[in-house]
């Protein structure tokens, strides 16, 4: 998936997004940079499926995060370690 910039969502974070998309989530911000150390971030309206995600099978560049720093929003969601790519929803 080609995203504005003409930054490619990283292959390993695809099944993820997918899977999303066909559970009925929705993109409601694509952040390219997003920071310094994340050039895409793809955050979602809803939180992430974890429980069905989990039963995909990840690649091992891939890690799950979780951010409860107040100064930001409390978001749960995967990290390609690889490319830096990420994407998030709410945490429930």
């Known amino acids: 998936m080609t995203k504005p910039g003409s930054i490619k969502l990283s292959d390993d974070l695809e099944p993820i997004y997918q899977l999303e998309l066909q559970l009925g989530n929705q993109v409601v911000r694509v952040d390219t940079p997003a920071g310094t150390a ?32 107040p100064h930001y929003p409390k978001e749960t969601g995967y990290r390609s370690n690889t490319s830096k790519h990420a994407l998030a929803g709410p945490t429930q």
């Open 38 to 69: 994340c050039p895409l971030a793809i955050n979602f309206r809803d939180p992430l499926h974890l429980a069905e995600i989990a039963k995909l099978k990840l690649a091992p560049s891939v890690s799950q995060w979780s951010n409860a720093d």
